[in-house]
């Protein structure tokens, strides 16, 4: 899953400190309501980056954050900022029917496309992928750490072979081990699998697919993979993509491995080591075709500000993702659309409310500008691109605070973040809910690995303190079991399906308590001098002090 926010904050008494009405006026959650309501209709199509529905999506929250009085701060252009930062992006699409087959001895098993296998449109600039009884390995987690000791290919030549490996990292299943226990590495994350398996020269990987380790069904990996698949533009995109990318089912694995004359069991059990060897699965082999389609498009992140009264080059950045996954294969009920309701219109309307409360308000010291980026649901794009290039230098943005999938499920006790930032942006992010009276609750399903699966990570990893901000499970009404009951209803039946809409039955107050928090964190960034930073020991922290002259 994500994140969760929202609605009416003036109603709303949590103990000590003072109330949103008194810094800038109530955040309305009948507004955000209204947001997703429209965001999320089947006259949005799914708002699908490079589409129709992108045009009257950027032109709606253009219309919204000039309304509430943030002037526009994307490209310039004719010497001015327009509301918008163009994305380059090459788009890859499958077009007409997909083959694909496996040999086993004498017998041919037909795979279905998003039944037992998940084929990607393939992103490494051919128009057409032929592949004919190409040998199938086990890779077992397909990780190569050097600084870790760990290589799961020892040496093997990947050349004209396909790679079959575990989702996930190696300590998943223990919680113990050289990658840190249970909490997710981006080793773990099925991109990352796919960049090795482009350095290793291999023709194709497929992961196998889990629900516990994956964090979610199949489902979600069908919706995510079976259709368009957008990309940075790359001068070599042979580099970094293999011909074949998907996914697996787990029974399928399974029968291929025990057709060689392997266990499934015992080879994942041999993966979780160091000394894992990988293997040939002998007498089975893999065929697949298909057609590609390639273009460049461009589509587009929307940017606007309030600018800051002392030291406006300075600023504080709300981002949040307006794309989903727009227009596919009908459901059981022939509905087509995924309207994204939850993940992620809920999000961009909590920024528009947020953002409006600071243009009512009297202008921070810092700026304070709104991004909102396209292309999360394709791998992050829209904040990948800007943290390549951005609009405004990543040393003397403050903060980056990500509002994702927030939860429509009431208000709550406490509030998470996706992974542990380690840093002093998460912990004035705890103190500032100590304010409010809530509680901060670590990241429940750390091998979920979220934290490398929102907007703000881009920004991580150029060394810009970030946090993606999740709502609370202690639900006032029902605790922590109705809160995991909501989390787990949604994951298993709306997460990037048809059925993620928006409804009457949604409690906004929830939402509306957790824009409240972001919003207060946010002016206290904007109103102070102080820069937050990464903590000694993370990762981070070299990229960040690189820059530091510029923050004196």
């Known amino acids: ?27 309305s959650s009948a507004a955000m309501g209204r947001h997703i309501e429209v965001l999320a209709s089947d006259a949005f199509e799914g708002r699908a ?14 219309e919204q954050l000039q309304a509430a009085g943030l002037k526009p701060a994307g490209d310039l252009k004719d010497g001015g900022r327009a509301w918008t930062q163009d994305v380059p992006l090459a788009r890859f699409e499958i077009r007409g029917p997909v083959s694909a087959a496996v040999k086993a001895g004498d017998e041919t098993l037909t795979l279905r496309q998003g039944e037992e296998i998940a084929i990607r449109a393939t992103a490494n600039g051919a128009d057409r992928v032929e592949i004919k009884d190409a040998p199938i390995v086990f890779g077992g987690y397909g990780v190569v750490a050097p600084e870790r000791n760990w290589d799961d290919f020892k040496g093997m030549d990947l050349v004209g072979k396909i790679v079959l490996v575990l989702v996930n990292d190696p300590d998943f299943e223990t919680g113990e081990g050289d990658f840190g226990g249970k909490a997710m590495t981006y080793y773990g994350r099925w991109t990352y699998k796919y960049e090795e398996a482009a350095r290793q ?12 380790p994956a964090s979610y069904g199949w489902a979600t990996v069908k919706n995510s993979n079976t259709n368009e698949i957008l990309d940075i533009v790359r001068p070599d995109p042979a580099a970094a993509h293999v011909p074949l990318e998907g996914w697996v089912q787990r029974d399928l694995a399974v029968d291929l491995l025990s057709r060689a004359g392997l266990d499934f069991a015992a080879l994942k059990a041999e993966a979780q080591s160091r000394d894992f060897q990988p293997k040939v699965l002998e007498g089975v082999t893999l065929s697949a075709g298909f057609e590609v389609d390639r273009q460049q498009i461009v589509t587009r992140n929307v940017v606007g500000e309030i600018t800051g009264a002392k030291r406006p080059d300075e600023r504080v950045i709300y981002t949040s993702h307006w794309d989903h996954l727009g227009v596919g294969a009908a459901d059981a009920n022939g509905d087509a659309i ?39 649901e394709k791998g992050l794009l829209g904040s990948e691109y800007y943290a390549a290039a951005p609009l405004y230098p990543l040393a003397t943005t403050v903060a980056i605070l990500n509002l994702d999938a927030p939860s429509p499920a009431g208000p709550a006790r406490d509030f998470s973040a996706a992974g542990d930032a380690a840093s002093d942006l998460q912990d004035m992010l705890i103190a500032q809910g100590r304010e409010m009276g809530r ?48 989390a787990e209803a949604y994951t298993a039946s709306k997460y990037h399906q048809q059925d993620d809409e928006y409804g009457p039955d949604w409690n906004l107050e929830g939402m509306a308590q957790d824009a409240e928090l972001l919003y207060r964190l946010g002016l206290t960034l904007a109103n102070s001098s102080d820069w937050p930073a990464w903590k000694d020991g993370s990762e981070f922290k070299a990229t960040r002090d690189i820059t530091a002259s510029a923050r004196r």
């Open 1 to 27: 899953m994500k994140t969760h926010l929202f609605a009416a904050v003036a109603a709303i008494a949590l103990a000590a400190g003072p109330t949103l009405a008194q810094d800038a006026g109530p955040i």
């Open 49 to 62: 980056p490079a589409t129709p529905a992108e045009a009257k999506t950027v032109a709606y929250l253009v």
């Open 201 to 212: 020269g291999a023709l194709g990987l497929l992961v196998i697919h889990e629900t516990a």
């Open 338 to 376: 995924y309207n994204g309701a939850v993940d992620n219109a809920s999000g961009v309307a909590a920024v528009i409310e947020i953002a409006r409360a600071f243009a009512a308000g009297p202008a921070p010291e810092r700026s304070v500008n709104v991004l909102l980026v396209t292309a999360e």
């Open 439 to 486: 509680t901060f609750r670590p990241d429940q399903r750390p091998e979920a690995g979220s934290f490398f699966r929102s907007d703000h990570f881009p920004f991580v990893r150029g060394g810009v303190p970030a946090i993606s901000y999740r709502s609370g499970l202690d639900l006032v009404d029902g605790g922590v079991a109705a809160g995991l009951a909501w």
